[in-house]
């Protein structure tokens, strides 16, 4: 038995009725058109896995379509910013208070002094993390943050989706802003448009739901693979991101959500959301159409319908 009183065709049942439910929501959001390539997604398409901890994953929905993972990713440049330089280096280049603004604003970065960005997971945070991943060449960098992904998914074959990472790049001027204004303040060092280049990259990682209910289970997990029992996030770098992950995640609706979700979770425009139960499951959801606060409308239905009827939430 995966989950303490359902079965696994139980379990299916559910995700398939709660697939219905939020179907209807997809019509009334927006594509993340402001990436070209992203704008061209089936704004109907929504899909659900769920992995428990023996492994086990269940399905519904369109989850074989692959989607490039966007905000979702500042997650995992972070566990490796954290790896490779200690709590306090970290965290005197980006804070770890929400901001109630939207994921890609400037106006807090001038008016909070130092200038330093509130979080990680808003777009200035995760350009600052970026900075921060050690590796000889850019490629490395990559290469790095990559590897993770690939072991947490067990995919190997995970890859970078060249139209979107080349579709974002030539559209990226508002993040360009953010990386030359934090370099001008002290808090990035470096060459910005290789900083910027590693950032989109990373957003543009592509998988698809079961990989991310995949990964989501290990940090669910405390960070141990849940085959081999290897520790691949160590566990205070696990409790950091799933704390950003609740008060920050879900950009300037992280709060409402706490209240109508309770879960960790991590959403990217591309419509993805990563969503983690301690102790009990990972979960990745896709759908691309998305609310005003840039958040998979269907996709929060979906969480909504799922952690109200398996009592999910965390508080
Ligand atoms: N690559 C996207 C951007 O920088 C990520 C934003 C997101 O998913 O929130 O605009």
């Known amino acids: 038995m995966i989950f303490p009183e359902k079965t696994p065709h139980e379990i299916k049942a559910d995700l398939e009725e709660a697939l219905l439910r939020a179907q209807p929501y997809t019509q009334q959001g927006h594509l993340a058109d402001y990436i070209p390539v992203l704008g061209k997604s089936d704004p109907s398409m929504l899909g659900i896995s769920v992995t428990f901890l023996d492994g086990t994953t269940v399905s519904a929905g369109d989850t074989q379509v692959p989607f490039t993972m966007q905000s979702v990713s500042k997650i995992f440049s972070l ?18 208070e929400p901001t109630g603004d939207p994921f890609n604003s400037i106006v807090k970065l001038e008016t909070i002094k130092p200038h ?6 808003i777009n200035a945070g ?5 900075s921060l991943v050690s590796g000889s060449t850019a490629d490395e960098r990559f290469e790095r943050i990559l590897d993770l992904l690939r072991r947490m998914s067990g995919r190997p074959d995970i890859q970078l989706n060249q139209a979107v990472y080349q579709s974002e790049l ?23 448009e ?3 280049d590693l950032y989109v990259r990373h957003c543009a990682i592509e998988l698809c739901s079961a990989d991310l209910s995949r990964i989501a289970a290990i940090l669910s997990n405390d960070g141990f693979d849940l085959f081999t029992g290897e520790q691949i996030v160590p566990l205070p770098i696990a409790r950091i991101v799933k704390t950003f992950m609740v008060t920050c ?10 209240i109508s979700v309770g879960v960790p979770s991590k959403s990217g425009v ?20 998305l ?25």
């Open 79 to 96: 566990i490796v910013a954290l790896q490779d330089r200690s709590f306090d280096y970290v965290f005197s280049r980006v804070g770890m």
């Open 116 to 121: 330093r960005p509130l979080n990680p997971m």
């Open 126 to 130: 995760a350009i600052a993390v970026s």
């Open 170 to 192: 030539d559209t990226a001027d508002r993040n360009r802003a953010l990386a030359y204004f934090m370099r001008d303040s002290g808090i990035i060092e470096g060459d910005v």
């Open 194 to 196: 290789e900083i910027l």
């Open 249 to 258: 995640g879900m950009y300037n609706a992280s709060g409402e959500y706490a």
């Open 270 to 289: 591309s419509g993805g959301i990563m969503a983690t139960v301690p102790h009990k499951m990972g979960i990745g959801v896709f759908g691309p159409s």
């Open 291 to 315: 609310d005003e606060k840039g958040n998979s409308i269907g996709g929060v239905k979906l969480l909504e319908e799922l952690s109200a009827r398996w009592n999910l939430s965390i508080f």
